[in-house]
């Protein structure tokens, strides 16, 4: 069975998304022992020749749920262009008999923001998964699902409106969340990544100590300056420390 | 009684509090593996499970209630076995916390 990951990196005028997904395509190749495909609008760049396997894919609008169409493997694990690997946690992902999965909860790794909200969407607070991590196997049911989210996206004002969304703006990880309960008959029994998705949030500064450790500095309910060290893989939510750190790396 | 060291007191605990259940967290990522198709958390409860298992092969339910054939002996020797490694990096981390505390 072929197994790759995917990237989705669209640059803008504050951050270097492909950067980051270079970067991070090298973390996925030393950890987890895979190829990644990187998929932009931007042109070809030259600098990726130096990955293992790693491919191009020159895409006008493109979006996350193209990941199904795209993939050229039979297991594909589609990551955020600022989620940092620096473990080899989500190898575990591809060994399992399963079709599709995704994280049911995140958490603040300062323990500083309760994310309570942000686990669900809209007035009716719906469970929201993330799409921040999609492992999916070529399968019809993973294909419904982004289809599905094709669907949703398409006519967004509709589900919008019908699952009370307080934000107009579109969000992958509300999309799938809506594509999963369409496609598992409204029963919210999705099968998920059996562990919370651990995220840090822009407030907070990241450095880098050495290639799979992070510092993380934050101020605490007291008032008081705190640091702790990261070593295993994470959502960097902020994404100037991380494209800081990223440019410092090549 | 000093209500300054009272508040003081209270905060330091809430946040020592936070950064148990953020190593919990954490842990409960890396207690999680994959065997035969099916996933897993290494712990007391799968062991006792699998203690229960008298024959070379059992069937148990792995994390999605999927049925999953596995051989008893080995897999518990993979369960203890990354349990306690888990566990003790675990440990590590806690006693580390507890001195910065």
């Not at chain 1, 799409?131 to 999916?136: E, I, K, N, P």
């Amino acid at each position: 069975m072929t197994t790759g990951a995917l990237i989705f990196a669209r640059n803008n005028e504050e951050i270097d998304y492909v950067a980051m997904a270079q970067w991070s395509a090298k973390n996925i190749e030393r950890h987890l022992g895979i190829p990644t495909h990187i998929i932009t609008d931007d042109a070809v760049n030259n600098n990726t020749r130096h990955f293992t396997d790693v491919g191009n894919v020159t895409w006008h609008n493109h979006n996350r749920m193209d990941a199904y169409r795209l993939s050229p493997w039979d297991r594909t694990l589609v990551l955020d262009a600022d989620y940092v690997v620096a473990s080899d946690q989500l190898k575990v992902l591809l060994e399992i008999d399963q079709d599709f999965l995704a994280h049911r909860w995140a958490y603040d790794v300062t323990g500083c923001n309760n994310f309570e909200g942000l686990n669900y969407f809209g007035d009716h607070r719906m469970p929201m998964w993330w799409a921040t991590v999609m492992m999916f196997r070529k399968s019809k049911h993973a294909e419904l699902i982004f289809d599905s989210m094709q669907m949703i996206r398409d006519n967004w004002t509709h589900y919008r409106n019908l699952y009370k969304s307080t934000t107009a703006t579109y969000r992958n990880d509300h999309a799938l969340s809506i594509a999963l309960g369409i496609v598992n008959g409204h029963t919210l029994d999705h099968n998920s990544v059996p562990w919370a998705l651990a995220s840090l949030t822009p407030e907070h500064r990241l450095t880098q100590l050495d290639q799979d450790s992070y510092r993380v500095d934050f101020i605490n309910t007291e008032n008081r300056a705190r640091w702790i060290e990261l070593r295993q893989d994470f959502h960097a939510m902020g994404k100037q420390h991380l494209g800081e750190i990223v440019a410092s790396n090549s | 009684m000093n209500t300054d060291e009272l508040v003081a007191h209270g905060r330091s605990r809430f946040e020592h509090a936070v950064a148990r259940r953020t190593l919990k967290e954490k842990y409960q990522a890396k207690l999680t593996f994959a065997y035969a198709s099916g996933m897993w958390l290494a712990g007391p409860e799968l062991l006792s499970t699998l203690s229960a298992c008298t024959s070379p092969d059992s069937v148990i339910l792995d994390l999605y209630d999927t049925p999953v054939k596995v051989q008893t002996r080995e897999f518990r020797d993979q369960v203890r076995s990354h349990w306690q490694e888990q566990m003790n990096a675990w440990l590590v981390e806690y006693e580390e916390l507890n001195k910065n505390r």
